[in-house]
């Protein structure tokens, strides 16, 4: 059984300064991690943090679509690999929305802590837009 993660989130913010967020590296360990991600399809990055005892602090990707500034895909794997794929699309008032679609996550219990993760993730996301 594979399950889906649909989140959306709202930013007072220029669709090129989300996208930006999105695809710098400088910016993504702001609000996610240490990285070296390249937004170009195929470039295979890290995502990194401190290890524990329970994992080794790294999520291996690989860039699927870049289409700026309108989508962006990768895999996400750590253990079980997942599709991450952000949507941007502009709102009246200069707010972008940013939808959110994990796929491929294999049970329940994962489902809740990537919501969770996502959901703080993008909390350090509404502050680096507000810089």
């Known amino acids: ?14 669709i090129e ?21 390249k937004p170009v399809v195929g470039h295979r990055f890290q995502f990194r943090t401190q290890a524990t005892e329970y994992w080794n602090g790294i ?7 870049v289409d700026a500034p309108k989508q962006l895909s990768y895999t ?5 690999v997942h599709t ?7 709102l009246e008032d200069g707010k972008v929305n940013l939808h959110l679609e994990q796929t491929g ?16 993730w993008c909390g350090e996301l509404e502050k680096l837009l507000a810089e």
Do not use: C, H, R
């Open 76 to 80: 996400f794997a750590s253990g079980e």
């Open 105 to 120: 996550i294999s049970n329940p219990q994962a489902l809740g802590g990537a919501k969770y993760g996502w959901t703080n």
């Open 17 to 37: 300064k989300v996208w930006s967020a999105l695809t710098d590296s400088n910016k993504l360990t702001k609000w996610i991690m240490q990285n070296d991600f």
């Open 84 to 90: 991450v794929t952000w949507t941007l699309q502009e």
């Open 59 to 65: 999520i291996e990707g690989e860039v699927l679509v």
């Open 1 to 14: 059984m594979s399950l889906t993660l649909s989140l959306d989130f709202q930013f007072t913010s220029s």
